[in-house]
């Protein structure tokens, strides 16, 4: 099982960036996907997260219309769009699965992501 992420780097800002999560060793179509995140010094947050269909879809209060979670199940990935960042986005962001049928969740590594002028 896998779950990898890319994408992250270094923004100025008010810039995008676009997470991708490429999933591998189970069924991705029967898994809610999630993205959160981790700033130093601070717990793990939860930033979006995504029905197995992709037909339901939820975000944190702080990046509510700024970032969009979406998934293809025909590539196996998910994702994260990021617009008008902040300095405060700045995080180690993680990609989670859950199964819908059984007590299964993975991680990714995690991406890091920094805004900074």
Avoid: H
């Amino acid at each position: 099982v896998q779950l990898v992420e890319s994408g992250g780097g270094l923004v100025q800002p008010g810039g995008s960036l676009r997470l991708s999560c490429a999933a591998s060793g189970f069924t991705f179509s029967s898994y809610d996907m999630s993205w959160y995140r981790q700033a130093p010094g601070k717990e793990r947050e939860l930033v979006a997260c995504i029905t197995s269909a992709g037909g339901r879809t939820n975000y944190a209060t702080s990046v509510k219309g700024r970032f969009t979670i979406s998934r293809d199940n025909a590539k196996n990935t998910v994702y994260l769009q990021m617009n008008s960042l902040k300095p405060e986005d700045t995080a180690v962001y993680y990609c989670n699965g859950r199964s819908v049928y059984y007590d299964a969740v993975y991680w990714g590594q995690g991406t890091q992501v920094t805004v900074s002028s």
